[in-house]
């Protein structure tokens, strides 16, 4: 999760209303699926699947994308970063606290 500036709550949102493609490519093709952004007040929580074996390698795929990086410089003055500081995180990690699984135990 990441806070959400209030004075550029409206800019966030313009942004991610139209997502440039090339953006979500990456994505995809960082073997992200399901990508959820939800909004609490000035609170975001993002969620998505990972499909593929190697996070890390993905992330810094994702990381290393010239258009990702200027979509970056777009969105980042949006959000204050809640991670612990020197955690290398920007979004903060949350812990799962439970889960429903689709078969019982």
Known sequence: MIR?????????LRLHSAV?????QTLRAANI??????????LLFGYY????????ADQRRIADDPRTQA??????PCQESLAE???GHWWAPMREVWHLTGEPS
């Open 71 to 76: 979509w970056w410089t777009l969105t980042d």
């Open 49 to 56: 699947e990972y499909v593929g074996e190697d996070h890390d």
């Open 20 to 24: 440039w493609p090339d953006v979500e």
């Open 4 to 12: 959400l500036r209030p004075d550029q709550r409206e800019t966030y």
């Open 33 to 42: 699926r399901n990508y959820s952004i939800f909004l609490h007040q000035d």
């Open 85 to 87: 500081p020197d955690s």
